[in-house]
Nanobody
Framework: VQLVESGGGLVQPGGSLRLSCAAS????????MSWYRQAPGKEREWVAR????????NYADSVKDRFTISRDNAKNTVYLQMNSLNATDTAVYYC?????????WGQGTQVTVSS
């Protein structure tokens, strides 16, 4: 199982970024995918989840109505569109999945929101 995030960077408050996570080594279309984030000095927290079908998505209250999770099963990729970013969104963002009871993580991509 390999998960590779990309798309992070430095963005001004109010700006947008789209993160991508390319998956390989498993049948991507069969598994739910999630995004997590970890801010400096804080525990890793769940951000959003999308089932294998992509039909019903769930979000943490802190990102609801600003972030959108989506997936392209043909490209084995999950996305996180982040709008109206603010300083509290600064973190390393990880994609993740659970297969046979084991959680897998990517290496993460840094998102910094600053003027």
């Amino acid at each position: 199982v390999q998960l590779v995030e990309s798309g992070g960077g430095l963005v001004q408050p109010g700006g947008s970024l789209r993160l991508s996570c390319a998956a390989s080594g498993f049948t991507f279309s069969s598994y739910a995918m999630s995004w997590y984030r970890q801010a400096p000095g804080k525990e890793r927290e769940w951000v959003a989840r999308i089932p294998n079908t992509g039909r019903v998505t769930n979000y943490a209250d802190s990102v609801k109505d600003r972030f959108t999770i989506s997936r392209d099963n043909a490209k084995n990729t999950v996305y996180l569109q982040m709008n109206s970013l603010n300083a509290t969104d600064t973190a390393v963002y990880y994609c993740s999945t659970v297969i046979a009871g084991r959680r897998y993580w990517g290496q993460g991509t840094q998102v910094t929101v600053s003027s």
